[in-house]
C-alpha cells in the first residue's frame, strides 16, 4: 500500500555513458575492470540502503509528529459499520492506512482509506484503486492479503456539494504485522551499511517459495503484479507466513500481451525489458524482480540499486553482461536498446551474490533462471517451484 520514491527520472544520458567509456578496455585489462565495478556496485548499494534509511527514519520522525493530529481527525470521519479505527498505521499516494478491529469478531483488520476528492480532478476513485479491488476479489491465496470489505463513507458537509473530507472510499483488509522491508531491517545486529547480512537460509527459502506460490497463482488468471517489491510484500506476526499486497499497479494481461505502460515496477526490481521500453511484455516481468528479492533477501542488499533508469541497465549489465542477440534475440527491436551501450562481460553471479549466503549451488542456478535476460528463457513462477533448491533440508 505504499508508494516510496524509488521511480526517479533519467539523469544526463550522455555523461552516464562517458563516465562508463573505460569499459571500452576491459578486453585487456578485465580483472581490474570488473573488481572496479564491483567494488562500485557495492558502494552504491551500501550508499542506497543508507539513504533509504536515512529516508525511512525521517518519515518515521514525521509520521510522529503528526500522528496525534491524524488521530484526532479519526473522529471527524463518518463511522465505518462493522468496524472501530483504532490506530494510524501510515500515509500513502493513495491514501491513509488504519488498523482497527471488526466489531463482529474482534479481528484485527486495516482500513485503507480512499478520498474521493483527492484522489483525482474528477472527484472519482482512482483507476488503480478500482483495478485493486476488482482482482483482489477474484483473488483467493493463502499468499495474496485478502480483501474483506468495502464500504463507501457517508459524505459530510464540509466540501463542495456536500463532500466533506471524509467522504471516501474504505477498504478493509486483514490486518498484516510486517512489510518485508521493515523484517529484514529488524534482523540487522548492526547499524552499519557493510554489516548488513541476509534472512537465516530456512527463511528465505520459505519466504521465496511463498512468493513464487502467490505471484504463480497470480499468473495463473493472467494477473501481472507490476509492482513487487519488499515493501509490497507482508509478513505474519509470527515471521512464517508471507503474503502479496499492494495490487495497483496489476492488471490482466491478454492475448497478444499488450500494448501496456513500460513505467511500472519500482526501479530497483524492474525487468531490463521493461527500462528497454518493451510495451509488450508477459508474466516474466514479475520473475525478474522475485529475483532480485531472492538475492537481497539472501545477502540484505538490493542487487541493482539504481538511481535513474540509465543507472539502472549499466548497474544490470556491470553483473550479468551487456545483452546481445545471441543471448536475447529480440533486444535489439526494443525502443531504448543503443548498440553504443558499453560492453561488459557476465560474471558468476556467486561474485555478487556469495555462494555462503545462498547456501548452495542450487541457490545459485535459480537465481541465475530467475534473472534471465530474454523473457522467454526466464523460469515461470511455476517451474521454480519444482527447483531442486526447494527439496533440500538446511
Not at 505504499?2 to 552516464?16: E, Q, V
Not at 540487522?188 to 519466504?207: K, W, Y
Not at 542488499?301 to 540509465?310: C, E, N, W, Y
Request: charge should be negative.
Amino acid at each position: 500500500m505504499d508508494r516510496d520514491g524509488d521511480h526517479h527520472r533519467m539523469y544526463d544520458d550522455n555523461d552516464a555513458i562517458n563516465n562508463k567509456n573505460s569499459a571500452d578496455a576491459a578486453a585487456a585489462n578485465k580483472g581490474d575492470a570488473v573488481m572496479m565495478e564491483d567494488n562500485k556496485n557495492n558502494e552504491d548499494a551500501a550508499a542506497a540502503v543508507k539513504n533509504n534509511n536515512h529516508k525511512n527514519a525521517n518519515e518515521n520522525i514525521n509520521k510522529n509528529s503528526s500522528k496525534k493530529k491524524r488521530l484526532s481527525d479519526v473522529e471527524d470521519e463518518p463511522p465505518l459499520e462493522g468496524y472501530k479505527r483504532t490506530d494510524l498505521i501510515g500515509q500513502g499516494a493513495y491514501g491513509i492506512v488504519y488498523k482497527g478491529t471488526q466489531n463482529s469478531s474482534g479481528d484485527v483488520v486495516a482500513i485503507k482509506r480512499i478520498p474521493f476528492a483527492d484522489s483525482t480532478p474528477e472527484g472519482g476513485v482512482p483507476c488503480n484503486v478500482i483495478r485493486e479491488i476488482s482482482l483482489l476479489r477474484e483473488l483467493d491465496h493463502p499468499n495474496v492479503v485478502q480483501l474483506l470489505d468495502i464500504i463507501q463513507a457517508a459524505s459530510g458537509n464540509n466540501g463542495e456539494g456536500g463532500g466533506g473530507p471524509a467522504s471516501g472510499l474504505y477498504l478493509v483488509f486483514e490486518f498484516v504485522a510486517h512489510d518485508l522491508k521493515t523484517f529484514m531491517d529488524k534482523h540487522q545486529t548492526s547499524d552499519e551499511i557493510s554489516e548488513r547480512v541476509g534472512l537465516p537460509v530456512p527463511m528465505v527459502r520459505s519466504f521465496l517459495r511463498q512468493i513464487l506460490a502467490g505471484v504463480g497463482f497470480c499468473h495463473t488468471y493472467r494477473v501481472l503484479h507490476r509492482d513487487l517489491k519488499p515493501h509490497n510484500l507482508l509478513i505474519s506476526a509470527d515471521g512464517r507466513q508471507l503474503k502479496l499486497a499492494d495490487f495497483g499497479l496489476a492488471r490482466l494481461s491478454a492475448i497478444p500481451n499488450g500494448p501496456y505502460t513500460f513505467e511500472v515496477v519500482t526501479l530497483w526490481y524492474r525487468a531490463p525489458e521493461l527500462l528497454l521500453g518493451a510495451n509488450r511484455y508477459s508474466t516474466a516481468v514479475d520473475v525478474w524482480s522475485v529475483g532480485c528479492i531472492f538475492a537481497e533477501m539472501a545477502t540484505g542488499m538490493p542487487l541493482f540499486p539504481g538511481r535513474s533508469d540509465i543507472d539502472q541497465l549499466f548497474k544490470i549489465f556491470q553483473r550479468r553482461g551487456t545483452p546481445t542477440a545471441e543471448l536475447w534475440p529480440a533486444v535489439l527491436r526494443l525502443p531504448h536498446y543503443n548498440p553504443e551501450f558499453p560492453q561488459w562481460c557476465e560474471s558468476p553471479i556467486t561474485d555478487y551474490c556469495p555462494l555462503a549466503q545462498l547456501s548452495s549451488p542450487a541457490a545459485a542456478q535459480l537465481l541465475t533462471s530467475l534473472l534471465q535476460y530474454d523473457p522467454d528463457r526466464r523460469v515461470s513462477c511455476k517451474a521454480a517451484l519444482q527447483h531442486a533448491y526447494f527439496l533440500e533440508q538446511y
